[in-house]
């Protein structure tokens, strides 16, 4: 694996820190991005134990944002449509933004965060709270198999792809069909997302890494969208080699095309990223030390993960933002991991209370914008490093 960026040290970005554990060391660790010309595969280089992120204290939840909800109610109306499935299984189920599209009968979710598992299982969803394996595969398709596995934002966290994709492979059945949904790597490098890369996401994938996965696998993808959700991310559509009923469409040579005349395949693209990134970094910084000399009240606005790459990496502290606004109440009343900024309950955005508010959940733009139509109509602005950092 070739190194092409170095976020610095970083601390687990969903860990936000309670105010009587302010004074606590925090666990840190060495952020970098490497690049594999053997596979293609792109991922963070020094990785943490899975158990230390993915417990009971889970914090993000899909079904927070609308934006999410309408993207999963949209997906699942068509999978009902075209594929018609009776077993599904979801790796991944989070809070159950997916499962409840379904009856009860027809789907069984895994989440490993206990807190998250919880959730569906009150429901009456029948979820298992352990991690995706062939084991658990075995257990839960002993009657049948599945016809059709989803996966969205899951595996990009998850470090052995094989083990994973074994159990895939033997959870479904023949006929049966895999849909995986992750941000893509063409969206991150041309918008210089440099905050999808965190300890979480051990992987952004490239159509031409994720087909090189499947090969070994005998799984091919016959079909590809782009979507809007999470910064830009590609939907897989999958199936197993010996499976004829679907025909491999014209969008997944499109999409490779793309990439490679982007360049995803050479090393190169990715060392120019890395010196993208550290003129963003100037950038933002210089954007902030302005405002703050011209004592502008300046906060933050969705206390993402992907925030705690970005302040870290940039050193963005509480000198410069005072406070962030955040709707999941598990954040609220905690401090963002590193930078130690407080996370205060969202309230509707006030010209007379704040100038200018740093886009942490950048991925949820359209959705911010149309909530704080009067705050912008009032002249209040909105600092963003995507693609580059500005005022807007
Ligand atoms: P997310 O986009 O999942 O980012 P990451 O995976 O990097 O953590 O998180 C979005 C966060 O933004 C979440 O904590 C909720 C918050 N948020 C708001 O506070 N207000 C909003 O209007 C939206 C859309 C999100």
Redesign the pocket.
């Known amino acids: 694996m070739k190194k092409f960026l170095n976020l610095g040290l970083q601390p687990l970005?969903?860990s936000y820190i309670k105010k009587k554990n302010l004074k606590n060391k925090e666990k840190k660790f060495k952020l970098e991005v490497g690049f594999n010309n053997k596979n293609y595969l792109v991922s963070i280089i020094n990785t943490i134990p899975k158990e230390k992120m993915f417990n009971d204290e889970y914090p993000?939840k899909s079904s927070?944002?609308?934006?999410m909800k309408l993207s999963f109610k949209n997906l699942t109306n068509k999978i009902k449509k075209n594929f018609k499935p009776k077993f599904i299984i979801e790796i991944g189920s989070n809070d159950g933004i997916f499962l409840k599209n379904f009856s009860k009968d027809s789907i069984v979710g895994v989440e490993p965060c206990e807190n998250l598992a919880k959730l569906t299982k009150k429901k009456k969803y029948k979820t298992f709270s352990e991690y995706w394996n062939l084991e658990l595969a075995k257990k839960i398709t002993v009657k049948n198999k599945a016809d059709l596995i989803y996966s969205a934002n899951t595996l990009s966290h998850i470090k052995n792809l094989d083990e994973i994709f074994k159990a895939i492979n033997y959870g479904l059945s023949k006929n049966g069909i895999l849909i995986l949904e992750d941000p893509s790597l063409l969206q991150c490098i041309k918008n210089v997302a440099y905050?999808q890369f965190y300890c979480e996401h051990i992987y952004v994938f490239s159509t031409i890494a994720l087909n090189q996965v499947l090969k070994k696998f005998n799984l091919e993808i016959f079909d590809i969208e782009n979507t809007k959700t999470?910064g830009g991310s590609n939907r897989y559509y999958i199936k197993k080699n010996i499976n004829k009923i679907y025909k491999i469409k014209r969008s997944v040579q499109k999409e490779l095309d793309k990439e490679i005349k982007f360049g995803l395949h050479k090393f190169t693209t990715y060392k120019k990223f890395g010196s993208r990134v550290k003129k963003s970094r100037k950038q933002l910084l210089k954007i902030f030390l302005k405002l703050r000399n011209k004592n502008r009240k300046i906060i933050g606005?969705?206390?993402?993960?992907?925030?705690c790459t970005v302040l870290n990496y940039c050193k963005i502290g509480t000198n410069l933002i005072d406070y962030f606004?955040?709707?999941?109440s598990y954040?609220i009343g905690r401090y963002l991991p590193g930078s130690k900024i407080l996370i205060k309950k969202?309230l509707k955005l006030d010209k007379k209370k704040v100038d200018v508010v740093f886009l942490?959940?950048w991925?949820?733009k359209k959705?911010?914008f149309h909530?704080e139509k009067k705050f912008i109509k009032e002249g209040g602005k909105f600092i963003t490093h995507i693609p580059y950092p500005r005022i807007i």
């Open positions: 970005a969903n993000y927070e944002s609308k934006t905050d999470h606005y969705g206390a993402t993960a992907k925030s606004y955040d709707t999941t954040k969202y942490g959940a991925n949820f959705e911010i909530k």
